[in-house]
Structures are given as C-alpha cells and as structure tokens.
C-alpha cells in the first residue's frame, strides 16, 4: 500500500486552514482572523482624547486630540513532527472505518490520518490562543511562544489595562451575579452589547446553564446558542475555569498565514525507501494573538 502524500504551498491550504482555523474560538469567528501575514504586519491603532466644549470665541484655536499607536502581529512558525508504526496506523484507521454510523468510510489512509492529526492540532491552537505565555530565550512549543489573550488581559497595566474584576470560584449560586459585573464594566465602557462577546469556560457555561434551568432564564439548542442580555456566550476549554471576558470580538487578533510557499502537510511512508514500517506525518503553520484595546475589555478572573 502506497501511503505517501505531499501538499506544500498553496497545495496545503486547505489542511492547514483546516487545522488552524479549525480551533472553536476561530471556526465560530469570536475573533477577528488575518490570514495572510507572510512575516509581520503592524496594525495602527488611533485614539481620540477627551474634549471639552468651551465658550464660543471667534478666533480658531485648536489642539490635537488623536493618539496614534501600533502593535504588531508575527506569527510564530511551529511544526509538527509525529512518526508511528505503520502497521498499528493501519490497523486503528481500518477499525474506524468498521465502527457503526462512522463518518470517515470514504478517506484514504493519508486524508484520515490528516484529518485526525488536524484535529489535535486545532486542540493545540485553541489552548495557546488563550492561555500561551510568551518566554525570553529558547522556546520549546507554542505555549511559551506567544501569548495568549488571558496572558495579555492578566498582565496588561497603565493606560491601556483591562477592567479587571476579581472574584472566586464561580459557582452555580454566583455566576449569574459575576456576569452582571462584567455586563455592567462592558456597559460603562459604552460598548453596545449586540457588538459584544462574552468569553467563559466550559466550567462557567455549565455553571449558567444549571442557574437558569431552575430560573427559566433560556432555552438552549444547537441553533440558539445562549445569549447574556443580548451578548453572544462563547465557551473554550482553553479559558481558566473561573474566568469571564467580555469586549468587542474584532478587539481580538488572530494572525496566521495560510497561503505561505513553506507551508507543508507531508505523510511519508518510509518502507518505500528505507524498508522501515514507519509512517511519518508533518505540519508546518504559523499562527500569533494580540488584543487591539485591552483597556476596553473586561476581565473577570480569580487570583488564587
């Protein structure tokens, strides 16, 4: 059985988008995507200070109240490098293939085993993405690579810290009351709520769920996700388990490059030229966060 696949470039798109993209925080668009940053890009942010309204004068006399910044995206270059035992491969994706109601009868060994290792890394990706903190020095994987929107949320300081709010270990009895807080910090920043997302945990989004099934608060179904006074409610494994965020989606930045010439997704069967059973599989992506305004995001977390 002739096993080895080749997509490099272009030809790898679609795999890398897949597992890239596939993340649940990027394949629901919670999150403002640029996919084509071949190294870096710089993004301008430009603020407009408070002004008074002062008694009429006929001579003109003005100031600049614009405040211009930028921050840049580099999406970090990571790779995937996964060898097996050919045989054991083999035998797992035929067992799949066997197994009743399963969706994947129809893939070659090397799309099933793309599909499967696209699947781990859109896992991997959603992690960073929230809570990667960036290293000095020698990295050793993307979670000390980059740094993740918590990490940027918990560390921001001065002019353009988050509102934070501090809490304990969200609960069944407090939850409600902890997203009134972060609903009430959103609304003074004057955020519309329709404009708005509200980030928590898969231990939080329970947490609601149980408040409101004794409260009546909201009927869930798989075509009306659940809302928060008129805010999209968004769950991640990735976000700590007593954690809530809340700001304007396109605040969050996701830099990639799906269309790069050294972009590759490679399975190579090595008993077609070494003799070896082994099957190796490699995946070459890029991926970067920042927060455009931390200051106008709200950041509910506990510091225990």
């Known amino acids: 059985m002739s096993i080895t696949s080749n997509y490099v470039g272009t030809l790898a798109t ?3 988008s897949k597992a890239i993209l596939g993340a649940p925080t990027l394949d629901t668009q919670m999150v403002q995507i640029l996919p084509n940053i071949k190294y870096k890009t710089n993004i301008g942010k430009r603020s407009l200070e408070d002004f008074d309204l002062k008694p009429y ?3 003109f006399s003005g100031t600049s109240k614009f405040s211009y910044s ?3 995206l580099e999406p970090w270059n990571f790779t995937v490098h996964i060898e097996e035992e050919k045989r054991a491969l083999i035998q797992t994706w035929e067992a799949e293939k066997m197994t009743p109601g399963a969706q994947n009868t129809d893939f070659t060994f090397d799309e099933w085993l793309v599909e499967r ?7 991997k990706i959603e992690k960073a993405i929230w809570s990667a903190t960036k290293t000095t020095g020698t990295t ?16 921001s300081a001065g002019t353009t810290e988050a509102v934070k709010i501090t809490g304990s270990t969200l609960t069944a009895s407090n939850i409600a009351d902890e997203l009134a807080k972060v609903y009430e910090a959103l609304h003074e920043l004057e955020i519309e709520p329709s404009e708005a997302a509200i980030y928590m945990s898969r231990k939080a989004m329970a947490l609601y769920k149980i408040a409101g099934s004794g409260q009546m ?8 996700p659940f809302t928060y006074l008129g805010m999209s409610l968004f769950e991640s494994h990735a976000i700590d388990d007593d954690s809530i965020i809340a700001g304007m989606k396109d605040n969050f930045y996701l830099g990639t490059d799906l269309v790069s ?4 997704v490679r ?4 008993s077609e030229t070494t003799q070896d059973d082994i099957i190796s599989f490699r995946l070459d992506g890029s991926v970067d966060t920042k927060i455009a305004y931390p200051e106008e995001v709200v950041y509910r977390y506990n510091p225990a």
């Open 117 to 123: 290792m696209g699947k781990m890394v859109s896992k």
């Open 57 to 59: 004068q006929a001579k």
């Open 261 to 264: 010439d050294y972009n590759q």
């Open 267 to 270: 399975v190579v069967d090595h």
């Open 217 to 224: 608060m909201q009927t869930f179904t798989a075509d009306q």
């Open 140 to 155: 050793t994987n993307v979670m000390d690579a980059i740094n993740g929107y918590e990490t940027i949320l918990s560390s």
């Open 70 to 72: 930028e921050f840049v």
């Open 14 to 16: 679609p795999y890398i």
